[in-house]
């Protein structure tokens, strides 16, 4: 075990060595190592003057959140990190099952604190201390992505992090990774560590506010921003950012190259895409670790790097597998469970089932049904099932979602003639309890009931996940072992998300579902979707004369659609009269330019390039509907005060297009050729990219984004 004295001796030899170095920075301003043991202990001594004991950090990632975390751990204080993405539940298990007596941060949760006894100071929130048996020596109580609504806090001692961080440290050693950048919230063990082997090493270590990374969404262009304009030799990446990371490459976008050590953990990592980053160049290594074992456990590294495998033990821990191959780790471990007894055992049994080979370690499953998102959640399938199951209108609910951008729902609809409505309002009001990583996206219903005379259900009621998840993995063709394959509807959705969460954070659009938008841009809206509308049902014609015999079956989807559509645009130039505007004049205007290149785009590719292109299309504006119109209808209505006529297009479009939706997605999982696939696909990020500045164009537009970075 290492003695915190270690990294304040180190920062001390710091400031006397590289005095005038950049320490920790963000887009705020910095502090260098010149500064930072001082600035440290200025903070611990006010920690301590006030009487804190037990403090939790609620900030947003910057040099803020590093300075009072090094204060507590300076002040022999407890801390307790709170992640942006636990709901106000689970916050407030948190605080209280912690006896958390200062929060720093949360100003925007004052009726919250307040109700657990907290008042404001000029240091934060704070209480009188309470005393819930944390074990002796908790320097940190780490609380897991919540594998339920109320997740475990995790006791761990100063000593025990710090060993690990060293062992980081040597681990990266050969490469010196003197500027570290991180991008996972703080919060998260993993890069909170990270931070602390950053400085161990005496490095630079940027911590933006801004990342890119929200929730569970990627901002592909301010995460790359981020990255050129720091130019890091390391950073932690979960294996979604990665993907996310090698999507922008493929397509163009440069990559620093200044990367010295990436290192990939909190889940599994697709082999597809440690070889994609090869191909890069990027120097990606996989690690293992738990909050149990005060995080990473094992880790590849330079010269030392197998793909596939999570690499070999850090020095401080030794790992042996037991008879069921259960992964037993020494040498690192826990204090306990906030509110059980210390933990006495010298082996952890991880829970999971691993394979050792010339020392390196592989990762094979858990012997558990929890599963980790491809952006490193922890997440119980019975806890999402719970609330899913909650809607009267389902019988039964599998969820999964291991390496998954998003969770998957398999559905067993309580009854044979369900409704879609019904099953996509259990889905939304389950969503609404969840936090953001154990949210459902997919949804698929089930062939059967689950049963246990069909093998899917043991004698006591529990299902059988394997042979469900095997059951529908044969039915839909062959993948990788460990979770279903994706339906073509499933891939369109997850791999679109950049795109769609691109447009769906418009400002306008956001204003929009405030029922904060100003009459004039309403109108001016509705004066583009005139335009793009009334080039529907000719570009389905179009698409439709363009299919060859062996499409057949999609030109009678053609007809329906074209049906569907008819006259559409009338709605919209009624709506607008409603507003009191001129329709006429909107007829005659002339298109902005984002609408002219959606639609000229659809003719192009429908006529040049593919016809099944318009699929990506009928994608992107009838999924908008189902997200977006129905809830702005409502919005607006109110804000702006005008009558039920004045919003025809966006009302009808909402519950008509959930319909359409379900008939969509029965028409391109038939879809078996990968060029098809490939159109469709491609066509719709264009399209969602040409769709969002079309609302960017809008009157009122530059407005809504001046005032929302202003307030964001």
Known sequence: MIAPD??????????????????????????????LPAEIHRRAEHLRAVGCRCVALALPNGREWLLWDLA???????????????TRQQRAHLLTSAGVDTVLGMADDSAELLALGFAATSLGWQRAPINVGIPQGTAKITFTSGTTGTPKGVCLSAEGMLQVADSLREACSSVDPQQHLILLPLAVLLDNLGAITALLNGASIYVPTDTGLQGAQINAPRLLSVLLQSQPHSLILVPQLLQGLLQAADAGAPLPRSLRFIAVGGGRVAPSLLERAAKYGLPVFEGYGLSECASVVSLNRPGQNRPGTVGQPLPHVQIRLAEDGEIMVRGARALGYLGEPPLTVDEWPTGDIGKLEDGYLSILGRNKNQFITAFGRNVNPEWVEAEIAAHPAIAQVLVYGEALPVNVALIVPRSSAFRVTDIEQAIAQANSRLPDYARIGPWLTASEPFTAANGQLTSNGRLRREQIIEHYRAACGPAERGHCPMTFFEQLQNETVNEREYLFSSPLIQAALRGDVQRHSYIAFLTQAFHHVRHTVPLLMACGSRLDSDHEWVREAMAEYIEEEIGHQEWILNDIRACGGDADAARDSIPALATELMVSTMYDRINRLNPMSMLGMVFVLEGTSIALATQAAGSLKEGLGLPPQAFSYLSSHGSLDLEHMKFFEQLVNRIDNDADRSAVLHTARVIYRLYAEMFRSLPGAVEEEVRHAAVG
């Open 6 to 35: 270690v990294l304040w001796h180190s920062l001390d030899r710091f400031a006397a060595e590289r005095p005038n170095k950049l320490a920790l920075s963000d887009e705020e301003g910095s502090i260098s190592y010149a500064d």
């Open 72 to 86: 507590i751990l300076k002040a022999g204080l407890t801390c307790v990190p709170i992640a942006p993405f636990f």
